[in-house]
């Protein structure tokens, strides 16, 4: 029997073999897997470049805004026309001393109140994903696990949670919260309610793929092994499935983050999200609902913002799935 | 059948109960725990020791929460009379309570407002549903084409474009500058040209979201449908494509849409929120975003209940469809 010919190892004896570019054989990892592909996905690798950069735009928001603005919440009263209440200058007031114009009225430095803007936009946005990936994860997992009453209850829950207004019921419960909280006050408690609820509202997305993977993994082979060697509960949940898991949990947490900055900023536009003088996009963008007729820059600067952001977290997302799919060819 | 329906509505009642148990609690154990007076909080926030004292006897606030639920539910069912001394008001069923800003009935502004909110949610959604299901399918039939690549393209802005932002945008282009639609509303009854006139451009930037989500899933759903062995199978057996496309292939595809649009309901009523916010129409979810910042809890409370009623029903509507479209689907 001859072997194929393509099969270098069958048809040439060892010794040639060696003589060979040493890339013939390589083992693989499933996440290197991932990172190859998505290595040579040049859509995703841009958005995500654009998200490395709002991250540090984030971060080092002062540094940013006192090398190239003015303090958020300084008046600069002489760029608005005293009559009209628009800015002085064409397009908003862009000019070379204010990048994105200033605000109708009172003057702020647009530039300024968008990269602090980012700040809140983001952290909101990756802690609440966190606060939804934690409990989607624990509940999925439990309720795949265990099945039965407990999967009952968790399944007839999440069934709940979807089936809500959930919008309405975040402006109900952020509207109904004090602004100072056991001792503490100020924006950061607003913050603190926001992630909390839009975390809460968040996890049965995740909690429903936990759960059905779950469903299939845990009549699998290894977890039969792990069982049968006397492996407890915990162990077979977070050491066996767990692991198997990290996949699509990556990918929904990638998809979530879109998705959590535009309810807060949908938030903070109904007026129940972070309070002012905190700058946040979504307030200027309802700031912007009576002025823009007027001054159409001061709702275009803050909704590009929000636009940007979210479209690059979206490609970044979609690369992400695309590379950890099993079933892709990229 | 019977029986399905049967179960399905007394599902519907207790969904309702915890939903109302839910917006409850909200409003009335949240403040407690955290400090506040709810009957403060109706009072208003100039209100005097003795007037919160009236209206926590009046509102029964100073009954048990269990009890003062009973009572709600109650006059959701039966109406309720809310007494202080000799003064008794009568508020029929269903009673939602009364408004703290306006002192009017809460039932008769949630029925005023109601059919804006509906006309606007049930002509985005149909808008939607048409253009998203349309455009994944010609994308997945079409896959890599140019119209696939541009379809794709502007689908993943839709879904990246804050509702309020693309509404302003489309205000600011068609009506101020162009002049070409103005948006009100008109009722259905009384003129349906100008109610449809008046609500497209609401329609257009509210279904462009959803369209943008749709077609992204029903391409991907179609092109994992077509890759099936029962297509293969069906071209085989030498049925034309056409037929193939629509009897076996779109058939299976509508089967996850439904499911996405029976969870996305409850999203619609945030999304009309939003629209109704930026085109400043009177509905549903502008009177809960005005009782808001007045801190009007009764009227929040009623649209939220009004809205999860919906929310429900429709997917109660959803789950017969699901019967329609795939035949696999027994209600039992």
Redesign the interface.
Same mark, same amino acid.
């Given at each position: 029997m001859s072997a194929p010919p393509h099969e270098p190892g069958a048809t040439a004896p060892a010794d040639i073999t060696a003589d060979l570019p040493a890339k013939a054989i390589e083992g693989r990892s499933p996440g290197r897997i991932a990172w190859l592909r998505l290595r040579r996905d040049k859509v995703a690798l841009a958005g995500g470049a654009v998200v490395v950069l709002l991250i540090l735009v984030a971060v080092f928001a002062p540094l940013i805004v006192s090398l190239l603005g003015h303090p958020p919440d300084q008046l600069h009263e002489d760029q608005i026309d005293p009559n009209l209440g628009t800015p002085i200058h064409p397009f908003g007031g862009i000019s070379r001393r204010f990048l994105f114009g200033v605000e109708p009225v009172n003057g702020r430095d647009l530039f300024s109140r968008v990269v602090y803007g980012a700040r809140v936009s983001l952290l909101v946005a990756f802690l609440a994903a966190v606060v939804a990936v934690l409990l989607g994860t624990l509940f999925g997992i439990v309720a795949g696990y265990f099945g039965g009453w407990v999967d009952a209850l968790v399944s007839r829950v999440m069934d709940?949670l979807?089936?809500?207004?959930?919008?309405?019921?975040i402006?109900?419960?952020v509207?109904?919260?004090?602004n100072s909280?056991w001792g503490f006050s100020g924006s950061g408690v607003r913050m603190a309610v926001l992630i909390v609820v839009i975390g809460f509202f968040g996890w049965p997305y995740v909690g429903r793929i936990v759960r059905g993977q779950t469903l299939a993994l845990r009549e699998r082979e290894y977890v039969e092994a792990a069982r049968s060697l006397g492996a407890g509960r915990g162990y077979i949940l977070f050491r066996e499935l767990l692991p198997n898991l990290i996949a699509p949990i990556t990918v929904y947490t990638t998809l979530m983050i879109?998705t959590n900055i535009?309810t807060e900023?949908?938030l903070s536009?109904?007026?129940?999200g972070v309070k002012p003088p905190t700058p946040s996009w979504?307030q200027m963008?309802?700031a912007?609902?009576t002025v823009?007729?007027a001054d159409?820059m001061f709702?275009?600067i803050p909704?590009l913002a929000?636009?940007v952001t979210?479209?690059a977290f979206?490609?970044f997302g979609?690369g992400v799935r695309d590379a950890l799919d099993p079933k892709g060819t990229r | 059948m019977l029986a399905y329906l049967v179960r399905r509505l007394v599902a519907v009642v207790v969904?309702l109960l915890?939903?109302t148990l /839910?917006?409850f609690g #909200?409003?009335f154990l949240?403040?407690k725990l955290?400090?506040?007076d709810p009957a403060a909080?109706f009072a208003g926030r100039q209100a005097d020791p003795a007037a919160i004292a009236g209206i926590r006897r009046k509102l029964g606030l100073d009954a048990p929460v269990i009890v003062q639920y009973a009572r709600f539910i109650w006059g959701l069912v039966a109406g309720r009379d809310y007494a202080s001394g000799a003064d008794v008001t009568h508020c029929a069923a269903p009673c939602f309570g009364y408004s703290f800003k306006t002192e009017q009935p809460v039932w008769p502004l949630l029925i005023d407002r109601f059919p804006v909110t509906f006309s606007l949610a049930i002509g985005a959604c149909v808008l939607w549903l048409v253009v998203g299901v349309a455009t994944g399918v010609l994308s997945a039939l079409r896959r890599g084409s140019l119209w696939d690549r541009a379809a794709m393209a502007t689908a993943?802005?839709g /879904?990246?474009?804050? #509702?309020?932002?693309t509404g302003?945008?489309a205000?600011?282009v068609f009506t101020?500058k162009l002049h070409w639609l103005t948006v009100s509303y008109v009722p259905f009854t009384q003129n349906p040209l100008a109610w449809a006139r008046g609500l497209l451009l609401p329609w257009i930037v509210l279904a462009f979201l959803y369209a943008a989500m749709y077609a992204r899933l029903t391409r991907a759903t179609m092109l994992e449908i077509l890759g099936e062995d029962y297509i293969r199978t069906a071209r085989a057996k030498g049925l034309a494509e056409p037929v193939v496309i629509r009897r076996h292939a779109l058939r299976a595809t509508l089967t996850p849409v439904l499911t996405i649009l029976g969870?996305d309901?409850?999203?619609l009523?945030?999304g009309a929120?939003?629209t109704e916010?930026?085109f400043s129409l009177q509905g549903l979810g502008q009177a809960?975003?005005r009782a808001?910042?007045d801190?009007d809890?009764p009227v #929040?409370l009623g649209?939220?209940m009004i809205?999860?009623f919906f929310?429900?029903a429709a997917?109660l509507v959803v789950d017969l469809l699901y019967a329609v479209v795939d035949p696999r689907v027994r209600l039992a």
């Open positions: 709940l979807l089936a809500f207004p959930q919008l309405l019921f402006i109900a419960l509207s109904v919260v004090p909280l879109p535009l900023a949908a536009f109904l007026g129940a979504g963008l309802s912007a609902v823009f007729q159409p709702m275009i909704g929000i636009f979210v479209l979206n490609l979609d | 969904m915890v939903v /839910v917006t #909200i409003f949240v403040p955290t400090g506040g909080l993943l802005a /879904v990246s474009l804050p #509702i309020y932002f302003m945008l205000l600011a101020y969870m309901l409850g999203a009523v945030g929120i939003l916010t930026t809960a975003v808001i910042s801190q809890l #929040i649209v939220t809205a999860a929310v429900i997917n």
